[in-house]
């Protein structure tokens, strides 16, 4: 058996923060593919099921965020598993929108949910961390993780957690590295705001690229004054002149 535990608060209130993204991702594997109903077990809500040939235990602790390993130490050792068994999901700041990193071991990175597993379990688990972006300042932070994923978030959001459920089994399989570009392909470019033009109102980061120069042309030379054309005389003898070179009647 393997152990898959979404990270979240439990509650209503927090169902649709940013912080739950690891409550949601437990939710898409559960209902895609047919797992048990829920059930209390372990200070958590548990359902049992199969990705592939390997049955999976989903568990969302229930004993808030910072108590999380609690829950899962809870449901490793009556079950006699190791941490390498567990595959935790959770939300990461330091992840643009979007975006999914799957690692094994390392450090907890701010989030209290991973620190209090690192306690439980040691850190030999494997990370699923889904990006939410960084609000940019430090006294934001709270209040970003804390808030309701935007209606404009669903656009990623949505096929993200619906990749995320269809290729679950890559990860009982192994396939790490599989699994990352099946993410990356179902939200291509999610993450990246439209560049705008200077002084452009717009979310987006202004476009500053120099634009290039004309085929055949350096910027040096188009950087150079241009002479101001030659006026061509229409009457005289030097019309009359260069009508005869150039065959124009």
């Known amino acids: 058996m393997l152990v898959f535990a979404g990270l979240g608060n439990p509650g209503e209130r927090y169902a649709r923060q940013r912080h739950n993204v690891g409550f949601m991702a437990a939710d898409a594997i559960h209902r895609r593919h047919s797992f048990s109903p829920w059930t209390k077990k372990f200070q958590a809500l548990v359902s049992e099921g199969r990705l592939g040939s390997e049955k999976v235990l989903l568990v969302k602790p229930q004993t808030w965020m910072n108590l999380s390993g609690q829950a899962v130490g809870e449901a490793l050792r009556f079950y006699k598993l ?20 799957v690692k094994r071991a390392g450090g907890a990175g701010g989030h209290n949910g991973i620190r209090s597993l690192d ?66 392909l179902a939200v291509p470019g ?5 560049r705008r033009k200077a ?8 476009d500053e690229t120099p634009k290039p120069a004309p085929k055949g042309q350096s910027h040096i030379r188009q950087a150079r004054p241009k002479a101001p054309a030659v006026k061509v005389p229409e009457s005289g003898p030097m019309a009359t002149m260069l009508k005869r070179l150039f065959g124009k009647d």
């Open 82 to 101: 190791e941490p390498a068994d567990v595959t935790v999901f959770y939300d990461e700041l330091d992840l643009a929108p979007g975006k999914v990193r």
């Open 119 to 184: 306690g439980h379990l040691g850190q030999d688990y494997r990370r699923v961390r889904i990006g939410i972006g960084h609000p940019g300042i430090k006294e934001m932070v709270q209040p970003h993780v804390l808030s309701d994923f935007a209606k404009a978030d669903h656009d990623w959001l949505d096929p993200l957690l619906d990749a995320l459920a269809d290729n679950a089994a890559m990860l009982v399989d192994g396939d790490e590295n599989g699994f990352m570009n099946r993410m990356s």
């Open 190 to 194: 999610a993450a990246k705001p439209p």
């Open 199 to 206: 002084g452009e109102a717009g979310d987006g980061p202004p």
